[in-house]
């Protein structure tokens, strides 16, 4: 999202497993959010204009995918 509804934010909104994101919004604020209208499914808000780690950032991609994809999907990714 880039500016969304006049927010000032840039920022990426993503699926987020159970629990993860109360525990990331609560650590760092300015860096993570709850977005509106999929926050109260549990997605995630993640700042891009905030100088988060892009570890971080692919980490919070890959968690989403995490979260959302078939577990067919999912065991082929974590392999064997």
Same mark, same amino acid.
């Given at each position: 999202?880039?500016?969304?509804?006049?927010? @000032?934010?840039? %920022? $990426? =909104?993503? %699926?987020?497993?159970? @629990?993860?994101? *109360?525990?990331?919004?609560? #650590?760092?604020?300015?860096? /993570?959010?709850?977005?509106? /209208?999929?926050?109260? &499914?549990? =997605? +995630? @808000?993640?700042?891009?204009?905030?100088?988060? !780690? =892009? *570890?971080?950032?692919? &980490?919070? +991609?890959?968690? !989403? /995918? $995490? !979260?959302? #994809?078939?577990?067919? $999907?999912? !065991? #082929? $990714?974590?392999?064997?």
């Amino acid at each position: 999202m880039d500016h969304h509804h006049d927010d @000032g934010r840039l %920022a $990426l =909104w993503c %699926a987020s497993p159970p @629990g993860m994101r *109360d525990g990331l919004v609560r #650590a760092d604020p300015e860096r /993570y959010f709850v977005p509106p /209208y999929v926050g109260t &499914r549990g =997605w +995630i @808000g993640v700042r891009l204009d905030r100088g988060l !780690a =892009w *570890d971080d950032v692919e &980490r919070s +991609i890959r968690d !989403a /995918y $995490l !979260a959302v #994809a078939p577990n067919k $999907l999912v !065991a #082929a $990714l974590e392999g064997p």
